[in-house]
């Protein structure tokens, strides 16, 4: 498979301007960023959106619908739960969720939809503790749920640019 050419949004060879990097989950793809992209142009950022290494959109989705159905889509989630809960964790994994779960050493803007239905919000508790680099910020931002920034992109473009901008 040929790698995908990133999107990018901005001057991207200027590296006067800071780099943003926005990274796309599964199943989903860079133009996930398609409204966050310039808005953070407007405030300053390059910014570049790759494709995630290994990434086939066709066969990827192929191969959910093949493997995950209702039967067992809580087995395929219960890993993202369980960075947020032991009770979903899979003993099996105990090594790979250590690793995810060390605190980020630089300040962090934690955005999360109330009505997530991947990470449910009411899972989350208390996350000061996960993000101790001063100016850090978890906010749980009413009216949307896990794509936040495709639901409500001027919402959260906003929040964003705001933290930015600090």
């Known amino acids: ?24 989950g599964f199943p989903d793809t860079p133009h996930t960023w398609r409204h966050l992209g310039p808005d953070l142009v407007q405030c300053g950022y390059r910014v570049v959106a790759p494709w995630s290494p290994g990434y086939d ?3 990827d989705l192929v ?3 093949r493997h995950v159905a209702a039967e067992n889509i809580a087995n395929v989630i219960a890993p993202y739960r369980a960075s947020f809960n032991v009770r979903f964790a899979d003993p099996d994994a105990e090594a790979e969720a250590s690793a995810t779960l060390q605190p980020p050493p630089v300040p962090t ?5 109330v009505r997530d239905g991947a990470i449910g919000a009411e899972l989350l508790g ?6 101790p680099a001063g100016g850090s910020l978890a906010e749980i931002v009413d009216g949307v749920g896990h794509f936040l920034h495709l639901e409500k992109p001027e919402l959260i ?8 901008n600090g």
């Open 57 to 59: 959109a066709d066969d």
């Open 109 to 113: 803007l934690y955005l999360h939809g």
């Open 1 to 24: 498979m040929t790698p995908l050419p990133p999107l990018t949004f901005g001057a991207i060879e200027d590296a006067n301007l800071p780099l943003a990097v926005l990274v796309h």
């Open 157 to 164: 473009a906003a929040k964003i640019a705001d933290w930015l």
């Open 126 to 131: 208390d996350l000061t503790p996960h993000l």
């Open 63 to 65: 191969q959910l619908r």
